[in-house]
Structures are given as C-alpha cells and as structure tokens.
C-alpha cells in the first residue's frame, strides 16, 4: 500500500447526487489531493433559480434525523436549510373533505415524536445545494456532467475508470487511490465489481410483488384560507387503491405524488388523460378534497406528465468493495441498496453512508483499500438489513396491510406501557439516526419472541381463570 497521506491522493467519485457529492467533500475536507465526479445528467439550475417554486423537477425528499446528521458533519447542513420547508406534523381529510391537522410536540419537549424537524425540499434541489457548496469552498474537486461511466478498470494496482464524454468520445480516469460509486441503482460500478475475475461481489433484484405507479402534480395551500402548508399531507380513496401524499417547498407550495395500481380501472383512466378537463373529472371522482387547492395550469401538467415507476428493491450481496493493491473501489447509496422512496430510506441511508466512510477512511489512515474492506464490514449487512425491513413494510393485499399497521400498533402500546423494554414502531424507530438497521432489525426480533411470549401467558391465565370459574360454580 502506498505511503502517501491523504495530501498525495486522488478520487474518482461517479455519481453527482447527494450521496457522491457529499462523498466529494467528505475527502476534500480529510486533504485529499484531488477529487473528481462524473455524471450521466446535465446540472440542475442554481438552488436559488424560481424554477424550483414551480414544482416539476423533481420529487420531494425528507430529512429525518440521519440525513441531517450527515450534512451537519460535513458543514452543508446551513445552505440546505435555506432552500428546505419545515414539516411539523400532518394533515389528512375527513369524510366532508374538511382539513384535520395533527402536530408534533417540538422536539425536546416531554413526549415529543422525534428528536428533529423534518426538512423537505426537492431532491435535484439538494444537488444543486451541493454543486454550490463544492463551487464555493472546494477548488481539489472537479465536477463534469453528461459523461458516463462505461466500466472499470481492476487489473492494476489501482482502479480506473472507462468514461464517455458529452461529445460521444471514450476516454480513460487514473489509476486513482479510490473510486467510489454512487451511481445509483442502475451503477455501472456495481456492475463491474460483480463482473470482475473472482468477484465476491452478488446483485440481488427482488420482484416487486406491490407494484406502484405514480404521478407528481402542484398545489396551492394559499388557495383556502387558513391551510398550512408546514405538514405534510396524506389521503387517499380505498375503493380506488389510490393515495396521495404531499410535502411542501420553500416557496409555500406543496407537492403531490399520487400513487396507484397498474392494471386497475383508475390506471387506465390516468394513462387516458387528454387535458384538463380530464383531470379535473379524476379529481372531482377520486379525491375531490384536493380540487380547491388545484390551479387550471396544474391540472394540464398533471394531465400531460407521464406516468411514473418506483424503483424495485434490490440489495448488493456479499462485498461491497473490491480491495487493490495500492486503493480500492467502494460502494454506497442507491448501487448497493434500493428501496420505495415512500419509506423515507433512500437519500437519508445514502448520506448515512458517507459518514461511516468517513470514520473508516480515518480509522485506515486514508489507505483506500483498507478503508473500502472496512466500510463493506461496517456497511454491507446494514444496507441488507434496510432493505428486508422495507420488503417487509410492502406486502400487497388487505392482508399485507394488516401485516403492516398490526406491529406498529403493537409496538406503539408496548412502547408506552413499557418504555424501557420495547422499541418506538418500528417505522419510526428507523428515522433515528442512533439506530443501526442491522442492529433495529435484531431487537425487533427479540421484541416479537418476547410478544408472543406475553401472549402466550396471557391466554395460559385466562385459560386458568376460566376453569377455575367452572370449577367454583
């Protein structure tokens, strides 16, 4: 291994979103030398530009506890916070289509949910937070957008990276100490690692046996006096499997992401939609408590918008690093772990992962190679671990449903009865950053020996109670 410290090292980082652009800054902050980030995408506007305010660039993403963490450790957390919304509790429709409004306590107060507010802004606006930070405090750190990644190069001592320009030219990166690929779930790192001679690298794609499509649309809070705008929204209509939830953005708007069935009545009614009028006639039928807050222009682009897919999951087993000679490949984000973005896991876990190379890089000494077997240590059966948690929230059917609020019910009674046996529900306690999923998932399991137990008792003393009530009469 090279004898260099960290001044003399260089970085390959393919994958320009938050995870790869945290990454970036992580090891420009620890004295790397030179580090570079590649990109299949053109850059987004500044965080600043109105075009943000408008609603149609990207999904709505929240920071819970571990994401927020993350980019308060690395310094970001202050510029994020300018361009984020608030979120402090949420708001559903009664049957009169009436809005009903549930707060948080503050953290910090007795009882209080959570140990954070939620921050909620769009996640390409959280690249462009990013791409501003870099600009501005990081000369070592080079971006360049529209060149993808095309493979990787493992037969030296060091890695590097098969690249192809916006110009359609193939080009050569490095060698390098260390590439780390934060391409997300199509990563065409992952795929080398699990192609490469004597790979211990695996690539699991689970079928997505509750499928979901979606479509984002725009609303206006302002348009009914006295709405918050600083919760967010949920509703839904059974009958048509169809919900929707929204957060909103710092310009007080709220984003709506409604979710559906493939193959159902209102899937093809959605596909069919011409114009407005169309969708207005969606609304009026499927959830008529949203039209007042619907403009003319939002019902056209929410007519015109394609339909979406969520990601399915998938999970990298076995290494997620491969270790050279003198550096090393690592794997982080969504390359190695994929969830529905509905949990709130994705960019939060993603930016989770940064942290822990972070401390692996200093517990290695900066060694890229070391530090990658390290992170696939500490890492690899956390991401797992997320992703069966996940799977495990996403079964289809009233009886996946049940399986799905029935423990979380459970958890929420036992946790309050007896607080220091019994874990938050399991959803919630997967917000907090000083849970390990790998380590949350192993005390869930103990807790539910430990129901079954109690409920086990439970019907032995009834039982006794019953035949000695028989007995006495």
């Not at 937070?129 to 501005?136: K, M, R």
């Not at 019907?459 to 109670?465: D, K, M, P, S, Y």
Request: neutral net charge; charged residues 25%; aromatic residues 6%.
């Amino acid at each position: 291994e090279d004898t260099a410290g960290p001044a003399g090292r260089a970085a390959a980082i393919v994958g320009a979103g938050p995870a790869g652009l945290t990454s970036a800054i992580m090891l420009a902050q620890q004295g790397w030398s030179q580090v570079d980030v590649f990109d299949e995408l053109p850059a987004p506007p500044p965080p600043s530009d109105p075009a943000w305010g408008v609603g149609n660039r990207s999904y709505q993403l929240g920071l819970n506890g571990r994401g927020q963490k993350a980019l308060s450790l690395l310094g970001c957390m202050e510029r994020v916070d300018r361009y984020s919304a608030l979120v402090r509790g949420r708001l559903t429709f009664d049957k009169e289509g009436t809005p009903v409004e549930k707060l948080l306590k503050p953290p910090g107060t007795p009882g209080a949910e959570k140990n954070y507010v939620t921050r909620v802004l769009q996640r390409d606006r959280l690249q462009a937070c990013l791409l501003e930070e870099v600009a501005e405090r990081y000369p070592q750190i080079r971006v360049r957008h529209s060149v993808q990644c095309e493979g990787l190069e493992l037969s030296g001592d060091q890695p590097a990276l098969q690249l192809r320009g916006p110009d359609g030219g193939a080009f050569d990166h490095g060698p390098v100490d260390l590439v780390v690929g934060a391409d997300g779930v199509r990563s065409a790192v992952r795929d080398a690692l699990v192609e490469a001679p004597d790979s211990r690298t695996g690539f699991t794609k689970f079928p997505d046996n509750n499928e979901r499509r979606y479509k984002t649309f725009l609303m206006h809070p302002d348009s009914v006096p006295g709405t918050r705008s600083d919760l967010n929204w949920g509703t839904g209509n059974s009958t048509l499997q169809l919900s929707m939830d929204a957060l909103p953005t710092k310009e007080g708007e709220m984003v709506g992401v409604m979710l559906f069935k493939p193959g159902t009545e209102v899937y093809q009614r959605i596909e069919d939609l011409a114009d407005a009028n169309d969708a207005r006639r969606l609304f009026g039928d499927a959830l008529p408590q949203l039209l007042p807050y619907l403009g003319e222009r939002e019902l056209a682009r929410f007519a015109a918008r394609p339909i979406g897919r969520l990601p399915s999951f998938h999970t990298v087993e076995g290494d997620i690093h491969r270790q050279l000679p003198r550096g090393g490949v690592v794997l982080l984000g969504d390359s190695i772990k994929a969830v529905k973005p509905y949990f709130g896991q994705g960019c939060n876990s993603a930016l989770e992962d940064v942290s822990v190379l972070r401390k692996c890089l200093e517990e290695a000494d900066s060694f890229a190679g070391e530090a990658a077997a390290l992170f696939s240590r500490r890492r690899g059966e956390d991401a797992r671990a997320l992703v069966r948690i996940s799977r495990g929230f996403d079964r289809p059917g009233r009886l996946g449903t049940l399986r799905f609020v029935l423990p979380l019910v459970l958890d929420s009674l036992l946790h309050k009865a007896l607080p220091r046996f019994f874990d938050p529900p399991l959803l919630r306690a997967l917000q907090d950053e000083r849970n390990s999923f790998a380590e949350l998932e192993r005390r869930k399991l103990r807790e539910r020996c430990a129901q079954l137990l109690l409920c086990a008792a439970g019907v032995a003393l009834t039982r006794r109670c019953i035949l000695a009530l028989i007995g006495i009469s």
